[in-house]
């Protein structure tokens, strides 16, 4: 090579006039590869090694890049076993125990026998070690170096604004992380505030059915209990006849009846609303029931003074009428049913009845 700075110019104008296109990628952005590949060609070196360091001591990251000539080795193979030879023999000062210039001569005398350190540039946080790798010592070693730190402040602004567009891309990510779960959280608060509306509106309810029940039940409870205390009063009475005395007798029991079934009511409402678990199903039969809620309820319907005739409608005989259910509950239903179509009917036919159809009741 010729000496001095101009001559290497003069000789590698079109490499100069490109030189802000080193380390550029397709789409103009800077890579630590392209850039080693394209001084290598530049300088005209057997091989480089570009070693880029940025971080702190807590998070240290490192980039390493290799380059072989590929117009003198042309051979694949060769340039294979070049680059392995090269990543074999860097390593770390505190690793290999001696400098990293020796290091590379003494690893790989067979590749090269002249090596160009420079550092490009070094402050608190990064740093740009150059590497050039000769076979003969036929080039100037000034231009070389001068070229190189003609270089550094364009490979210290790509590495800058590397380094900020990967922290823009990372504060990025943090930020849809962010608003995503940002979006979690409303549509948790949104979907709590609906739970709360309806829990809201289920209280409502509940109080307004609170509220109708104990008036009902209020109006429940007097009836009888007036009765009771009316005919209870009237068997003071010194005018009472015997025959008066049973029927008030007949009235109030009636009425204490009504009492219980109405406690009744109110302990299996506790017990659903707890959840009480009901007993396993058993064998009932399903006349039995039906005879004795009707020759309740008739003396009911006597007691009231009512036009009504209650009638039982039976599918199957006594002994043949079994089911497999819960023998109390089916006697409150029924109970309830006529308890219904008593109070609600002033005269006529009351049936009640059961068939089966496919095995069912």
């Not at 072989?68 to 690793?95: G, M």
Request: glycine share 4%; with cysteine; aromatic share 8%.
């Amino acid at each position: 090579m010729k000496s001095g700075l101009l001559s290497f110019f003069c000789q590698h104008q079109q490499e100069i006039s490109s030189i802000f296109g080193i380390g550029c990628d397709l789409q103009k952005n800077f890579c630590i590869d392209h850039f080693t590949g394209g001084l290598c060609q530049i300088l005209e070196a057997d091989a480089l090694i570009s070693h880029l360091t940025w971080g702190n001591n807590s998070k240290e990251k490192e980039k390493i890049s290799f380059a072989v000539n590929s117009e003198k080795y042309t051979s694949t193979d060769e340039q294979i076993a070049i680059l392995e030879h090269l990543k074999s023999s860097f390593l770390p000062v505190e690793q290999h125990g001696v400098g990293l210039k020796r290091a590379i001569i003494i690893s790989v005398d067979s590749v090269c026998q002249y090596v160009i350190e420079v550092e490009l540039f070094r402050d608190n946080d990064k740093s740009c070690q150059i590497f050039v790798l000769f076979k003969s010592d036929e080039f100037n070693r000034f231009s070389i170096e001068s070229f190189l730190q003609m270089v550094a402040p364009k490979v210290e602004h790509a590495v800058d604004h590397y380094l900020a567009k990967v922290g823009l891309q990372n504060q990025i990510k943090e930020l849809k992380y962010l608003q995503q779960q940002l979006v979690n959280k409303n549509q948790l608060f949104e979907n709590t505030l609906q739970e709360l509306f309806q829990t809201k509106m289920m209280a409502n309810e509940s109080n307004l059915l609170k509220s109708a029940f104990l008036a009902n039940l209020s109006h429940e409870i007097r009836t009888p209990m007036n009765v009771i205390l009316g005919f209870t009063e009237l068997l003071k009475s010194n005018l009472c006849t015997d025959e008066d005395r049973n029927g008030y007798i007949e009235i109030i029991q009636q009425n204490g009846w009504q009492l219980l079934h109405i406690m009744d009511n109110l302990i299996d409402i506790s017990k659903l609303k707890m959840r009480h678990v009901l007993s396993s199903p058993d064998r009932v039969f399903i006349n039995a029931i039906m005879e004795k809620q009707v020759q309740f309820y008739q003396k009911k319907i006597f007691i009231s003074q009512k036009i009504i005739q209650l009638c039982i409608i039976k599918s199957d005989e006594d002994g043949m009428d079994v089911i497999f259910s819960n023998g109390e509950i089916i006697e409150k239903v029924l109970g309830h049913l006529l308890d219904n179509a008593v109070k609600f009917t002033r005269e006529g036919t009351i049936n009640l009845g059961y068939e089966f159809k496919d095995d069912h009741l």
